[in-house]
């Protein structure tokens, strides 16, 4: 099956020791059955110390040490697996963080938020509708009777259009007869959410749907944000009731790191990515959440 990819896609790498937010820290990670069986036979020297890292209480994960830190992650933010055994004994999720995958008629493959590198790549890159082809991909095709490729299309097709972003929202939000629902119910759902960081928890009660920034810049980064949820988010959508709600949910993310950007007073990429960063992995990264405010 062809593999496509948002043109920016190949500058991604991951920054390592130089990232902030390592995603090696506070996340429990699964090890998928083709890399435990690898690690059961490494028997030896570094294989040992991986073997006592593992916790098989339900899903087979890492156990987390103090800080939250993934018991292989080095002082210098590197990862002992691959200085030790190499880079083929990464475990599924290690490997592929922060790709994600959309399988319609064809693959697509993008970069999620929650990684600080990818989020700076993502809002810094104005041609999010230019994708390109980047090889094979075992998979099946996947049909439904919807279209979610064209009807995204027609979204970045007015985000495409020479008029300023409100005007360019508000088409979206007239095209698909989209409102922006009552504050208080949100802010109660964003209430009831759980919260890696309690600290998120209180940032997010600065959502307004009134507040908008008018900065030029500030508008571009929202532009690509909303881009990258409808890439993410609706491409799959097996029917256009599904494919508003999950546009809605896109709408409603989008929103809020409006309202984030005017509290905060962010005007810089490395202001924005954060928030986009913090939006993505308390939300976008919790099924559960999503769910919720879907
Ligand atoms: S969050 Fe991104 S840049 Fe940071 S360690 Fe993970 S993959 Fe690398």
């Given amino acids: ?40 036979k490494l028997k030896d020297g570094y294989g040992n110390i991986i073997a006592d890292t593992i916790s098989m209480d339900d899903t087979p994960h890492f156990k987390l040490v103090e800080n939250e830190r993934c018991p292989h992650l080095d002082e210098h933010g590197l990862c002992k697996i691959i200085t030790n055994v190499g880079e083929e004994y990464l475990c599924d999720i290690c490997r592929e963080h922060p790709r994600f995958y959309n399988y319609t008629s064809i693959a697509e493959v993008g970069l999620g938020m929650s990684c600080e590198e990818a989020a700076r790549i993502i809002l810094s890159s104005s041609d999010y509708d230019a994708f390109e082809y980047i090889g094979e991909v075992d998979a099946e095709e996947d049909f439904t009777d919807f279209d979610g490729l064209t009807e995204r299309g027609k979204i970045y097709k007015i985000l495409r259009q020479e008029k300023n972003y409100k005007s360019r929202l508000e088409e979206i939000y007239s095209k698909y007869q989209i409102d922006f629902g009552n504050d208080e119910t949100w802010l109660e759902i964003l209430d009831s959410l759980e919260y890696l960081d309690q600290k998120h928890k209180d940032l997010f009660k600065n959502y307004s749907s009134k507040n908008r920034p008018s900065g030029k810049t500030q508008n571009e980064y929202l532009e690509r944000f909303l881009a990258y949820l409808v890439y993410r988010h609706t491409t799959e959508a097996f029917d256009y009731e599904d494919f508003l709600l999950r546009l809605s949910f896109c709408l409603f993310c989008e929103r809020l790191l409006a309202s984030l950007i005017c509290s905060k007073g ?13 939006i993505s992995e308390e939300i976008e990264y919790s099924e559960d959440n999503t769910e919720a405010l879907m």
Avoid: Q
């Fill in 1 to 40: 099956m062809k593999l496509y990819a948002p043109r920016y896609y190949k500058n991604f790498k991951c920054i390592a020791d130089k990232c902030e937010h390592s995603c090696c820290i506070g996340w429990e990670i699964d090890i998928d059955k083709k890399a435990l069986l690898k690690y059961k």
């Fill in 266 to 278: 962010a005007k810089e990429l490395s202001e924005v990515a954060t928030l986009s960063r913090i």
